[in-house]
């Protein structure tokens, strides 16, 4: 598990040295430091160079998981808007049936 900061490509250079400098010192903080080292993380401050080769590596390796699994892509927000309309069905039927058997008359004295 990792984490990076990136920014939008085409960023003005200066803009990006005075964000690496100013995340580097955030990072060099003991309250950043011991907050991240608390949650189960490892800080590893350094050139901006570092972060680009870990995700280029990282690209790399998941895509041979895919292809060597032969994982091919899908939809995910048709299947989570099915599995919720679907739920949702289920929801109002069980509910509908659930106010049909224990409703009764009443009856006012």
């Not at 870990?54 to 032969?70: M, Q």
């Amino acid at each position: 598990m990792w984490c990076g900061l990136v920014a939008p490509a085409g960023l003005p250079a200066p803009v990006v040295v005075r964000l690496h400098a100013e995340v580097q010192k955030a990072l060099a903080t003991p309250e950043l430091r011991d907050c991240l080292t608390g949650a189960g993380g490892e800080v590893l401050p350094g050139p901006k160079e570092r972060l680009g080769a870990l995700l280029t590596s990282e690209k790399t390796r998941c895509e041979k998981l895919i292809r060597d699994a032969r994982i091919q892509p899908t939809d995910m927000r048709s299947q989570r808007s099915n599995s919720r309309a679907k739920s949702m069905r289920s929801f109002f039927r069980a509910e509908e049936a659930r106010i049909t058997t224990t409703s009764t008359p009443s009856s006012t004295p």
